[in-house]
């Protein structure tokens, strides 16, 4: 009598594609679940989960006091998210969209960034300041400016702009586990706009590490934020006369310098590009630490691809205003030609 072999079925390794809303969400189920101090709140983020529903089902499991629905008032969901933090939760306040964190910015600056240094250590301050910034989904005045500048100026402060779905999953547990004030800008253009087969379990991405988004030889792109998928494209519709390197910082504050020197003194030419109007932008900060650590490395005089020093534009007049291929082209073009 001949023995059937058993058929032996391989199990196939079941796929995690997320956009970068529904990351962010499991990051934060994750994360409440594994440490019950971590507490949310901000406007509309229990019942509706949240504007763009990145909170999407967390009350429902979590309940009403670890997930919470606060008035209108930004200055008040920072305060007593500091007080939270002050007394060992782990608070993740939401701010509808980073135009709205003005009347938080003395709450920022005076307090959160200060606590550990004016306690002389005694006391730490985790709390991560989620924030949707950025233009180009035709929204309302106050919904669309970059000032990531400000939080970077600001000494105590981490700022964190992930592009990436996998990115803003693993940086976010990131922010969630740090002793110290993070603002979280999540670049709302790429919200649904990216999918990545990315990891189920909890992992973290450590904070101040710039990513390479793509390798190249002859000239360096530094940027971060949404338009890191634009500078890809550009690159991309280049590879068969120019070699592009992508440097997506991801933190902008601490800053990954040595990835980016080292970027510079491979390529000599390099052009920075970001949402946020030029005059102090971030990337007069990049320029000044190349010229301090690489400036007898570059071919040319590195040029910058950013917004305008302007009242960011309703939606007629928004994709003017935003970096877009024909304006980094150009970019690319000037450094090469110089």
Known sequence: ???KKKQIKKKSKQKNVLNMVEALNQALFQEMNQDEDVVILGEDVGLDGGVFRVSDGLQKKYGKERVIDTPLAESGIVGFSIGMAAAGLKPIAEIQFSGFLYPAVNQIISHASRLRNRTRGAYTCPLVIRAPCGGGIRALEHHSESMENIFIHTP?????MPSTPSDAKGLLISAIRDPDPVIFYEPKRVYRSIKEDIPKESYEIPLGKARISREGTDVSILTWG?????CNEVADSLKEKVSVEVIDLRTLKPLDIETVIESVKKTGRVVIVHEAPKTSGFGAE????INEKALLDLQAPVIRVTGFDTIFPLYKLEKHYMPNHDRIMKGINDVLNY
């Open 1 to 3: 009598m001949v023995k």
């Open 226 to 230: 949404s338009v890191v998928k634009d």
């Open 286 to 289: 990049l320029i000044a630490l």
């Open 156 to 160: 105590g402060i981490k700022v964190v």
